[in-house]
């Protein structure tokens, strides 16, 4: 069973920089695809990155590119957020997900990581 663990958020500033970790495991991730989403208050989870873990291929919001980047140690099975210039509207839960590249839906979850930005 796939296992997926966030961790690294936290309260920083406008501006400020912060690396979001998810630890996989239980599964082959040379043939899923991981993202990156987020869920502000009162707001729908919304998209943020994803990767193909074999190759590397990279999607993002319009909203994070340039200023977010997704990554993977493959030693370690785990794949980053980097988030650089950060603003209070980033404000969110960010969630790790995973899906099967032919897979339509992301089909596994962590539990979350809070971020919050102040102005």
């Known amino acids: 069973q796939v296992q997926l663990v966030e961790s690294g958020g936290g309260l920083v500033q406008a501006g400020d920089s912060l690396r979001l970790s998810c630890a996989a495991s239980g599964g082959t991730f040379s043939s899923y695809v991981m993202g990156w989403f987020r869920q502000a208050p009162g707001k729908e989870r919304e998209f943020v990155a994803q990767m193909f873990w074999s190759g590397g291929s990279t999607n993002y919001a319009d909203s994070v590119k340039g200023r977010f980047t997704i990554s993977r140690d493959n030693a370690k099975n785990t794949v980053y957020l980097q988030m650089n210039s950060l603003k209070p509207e980033d404000t969110a839960v960010y969630y790790c997900?995973?899906?099967?590249?032919?897979?339509?839906?992301?089909?596994?979850w962590g539990q979350g990581t809070q971020v919050t930005v102040s102005s």
């Open positions: 997900a995973a899906r099967r590249v032919f897979g339509v839906e992301f089909d596994y």
